[in-house]
């Protein structure tokens, strides 16, 4: 599927996620439901609805390689997973069990029950991919240094006398030899019997054309019987009773082609990912050369006016705050410079009662 696909299939997703909302965050808050069934039925269907959402955020995230709509997205699927833990968490106290039927919900929304399993989200793995190689490469190496740790069966040693180990090997031999034996007879009396019935046969009788008709009858029969199941086979797979052939090549299927899709797509992910994290240090350093003299001078003007104003109110000039009370960071609160002085002039008492 292309990038157009998967971004439809978010919104998509988008606004079920959003009716969901609106049911559940209605403007005028409904009555509590005291009907344990109907209570249970509306927590199913949420339940299920919100599973199909993430199924299809999970295949976006997995899919998508634009790096901020990726964290975009992985914001929502993360919200929409904790729901679905809510959800659950809600029906086991619910019916006090962890299994549930919902074969009511799904037949009302024409699903299969292959529509409500969870998968396990793909970037559990891909994202941790590295960690976990080093991680098997470690138990690797442990196991190299331990080394095997199989323990070998003691097998009980067989005590026999060389007299009875003659007659062992002589039993076996001579049954080895009276084998042969009767092979070879058997050859004999075969090979002495097709050389009778080959003397005692005539010679053929049958006419050439009626073999010739008899030969043709058999093959026709065979051809015809199989046309008959290809063509039977063709209109069962063409009526859907029947899958249609796999192609001789495994790597022309269509499942193959699509696994190779997505991996290029994950390849790709990893690249732009990179080259997000790179534009964002450029981006930083150079706003910090180009505005970061503009910024400073604001900052410093804003500082000044700030001692203007608090000399104006108080008569006097404030002293400039602690670093650990925040230095400058201090000034640019949202606060008047009356709050800000009398916060000053308390923390100073403190510390002349000290």
Known sequence: MSHSTYNKQWQEAQSSLMDLLQQEI????????KDRLAAFQLLATMYIKYIQIFRKMEQCYDQIVHPQKRRVLRHVLDGTMGRILEL????VNLEFSEYHYFDDVLSDLKLTPNDVEIPIPKF??????DVLKEREKLLGKILA??????????KEELKMSLE????????????????????????IREQEERDRLAQTRGAPTLDPDVAACRIQKVWKGFAQRRRTKKER??????IGMAPPPLPTSIK??????????????????????????????????KIKETEGPDIKETMMDQIRQWFIECRDAQGKFPEYPDEDDGGSALIFKEKSPEELEAELNDKDGDKKKK
């Open 26 to 33: 209605p403007e005028q808050p409904s009555k509590p439901e």
């Open 88 to 91: 659950k968490h809600e029906m």
């Open 124 to 129: 559990f793995i891909n994202e941790r991919y």
């Open 145 to 154: 240094k331990i080394g095997p740790q199989e323990k070998e069966d003691q």
């Open 164 to 187: 009875d180990a003659i007659k062992m090997i002589q039993v076996h031999e001579r049954a080895r030899q009276g084998r042969l034996r009767a092979k070879f007879m058997k050859e």
């Open 233 to 238: 086979d063709e209109e069962m797979i063409f």
């Open 252 to 285: 022309n299927t269509p499942q193959a082609l699509a696994l190779k899709t997505e991996a290029t797509r994950r390849i790709t992910q990893g690249n732009h990912e990179n080259e997000y994290q790179q534009a964002l240090g450029t981006i930083k350093e």
